[in-house]
């Protein structure tokens, strides 16, 4: 898997050319018209991690890939990236045309609470697509006109004006979803499913075969918490309806997935990067997840 794709890649594929602040803004931000950067004579959108944030506005039929998971959208559509996961689009029909941003963590961190990846479109295992109706079309395509407009003026403090823009964005798709996902953790068995599921996503993606996943058991992560193993199991089984076992091994599979589909590592690299001594361990792993060997499934 290639190294993630940092600013300076995009600019310089997309435009040829590098904003003149853009070594020194570590809070880089930036909107585009969709449309002025896909069609002839652009590169194809390579499957990757990306070093920055990005929120799409995207019309037309698409499928994009996002981890292991594939979804065809047909229709307008709001899609949040995040530099944990690695993702690229495909479009379907010949009428694509939308809006996206473009930032760094830096964008928000001096004005807000916590990490802008806290939110939930942002989050690991957050929803990052949302399909969007008549009302709520219009609403995303006037702050993306707004935060064109803006991103031109001359205005000191545009950027403030900028970031209430992104907030609307993230808001907007947050009211499209349960409202349960804004529910604090409130009881210490929900803090330990949240502590235990951020310890799990923060070893993905693998982007080397040299990169190995070190935390593979329960035992593993109740020693990173502190906590008895029994503890862990049962407040993630309650909280979750899932014992700590399964949540790694779904993760485990999902990533599997991925390194088998993206990637050009051999079976063995990929077995040892996932953190099993033997390759003949990973087909049996692999093969009771999906029924198929992992060179079956590389053909599918």
């Not at 209430?164 to 349960?180: G, R």
């Not at 997935?257 to 079976?267: E, F, G, P, Q, S």
Request: charged share 25%.
């Amino acid at each position: 898997m290639e190294k993630p794709e940092t600013l300076e890649d995009f600019y310089q594929k997309k435009f040829n050319w590098l904003p003149a602040n853009l070594q020194q803004d570590m809070g880089h931000f930036n909107v585009f018209r969709l449309e002025d950067c896909i069609g002839q004579g652009q590169e194809p959108i390579k499957y990757s991690r990306r070093d920055y944030y990005k929120i799409t506005l995207i019309r037309g039929r698409n499928v994009y890939h996002y981890a292991d998971k594939s979804l065809e959208v047909d229709g307008p559509a709001l899609l949040f990236f995040n530099p944990q996961v690695p993702y690229n689009w495909e479009p379907l029909s010949g009428d694509i045309t939308g809006y996206f941003c473009i930032f760094k963590e830096g964008f928000f961190t001096e004005k807000m609470k916590g990490s802008v990846s806290e939110l939930p479109p942002f989050s690991p295992g957050g929803k990052p697509a949302y399909l969007l109706g008549g009302p709520q079309h219009e609403q995303v395509v006037q702050l993306f006109q707004k935060m064109l407009y803006e991103i031109e003026s001359d205005y000191p403090y545009k950027y403030d004006l900028l970031r209430n823009y992104v907030m609307e964005l993230i808001h907007c798709a947050l009211k499209m979803q349960p409202t349960e996902t804004l529910y604090q953790h409130t009881d210490a068995k929900s803090r330990i499913t949240a502590i235990f599921t951020e310890l799990l996503e923060r070893q993905f993606p693998i982007e080397s075969p040299t990169q190995r996943f070190q935390l593979r058991s329960a035992r593993d992560f109740a020693d990173q918490l502190s906590v008895h193993v029994n503890h862990l199991n049962r407040s993630i089984r309650e909280t979750t309806g899932k014992t700590t076992t399964e949540h790694i091994t779904e993760r485990l599979a999902s990533e599997a997935k991925a390194l088998l589909k993206h990637t050009d590592w051999n079976i063995s690299e990929i077995s040892y990067a996932l953190g099993f001594e033997e390759p003949a361990h990973f087909n049996n792993f692999f093969k009771k997840q999906t029924q198929l060997t992992p060179s079956a499934y590389r053909t599918v």
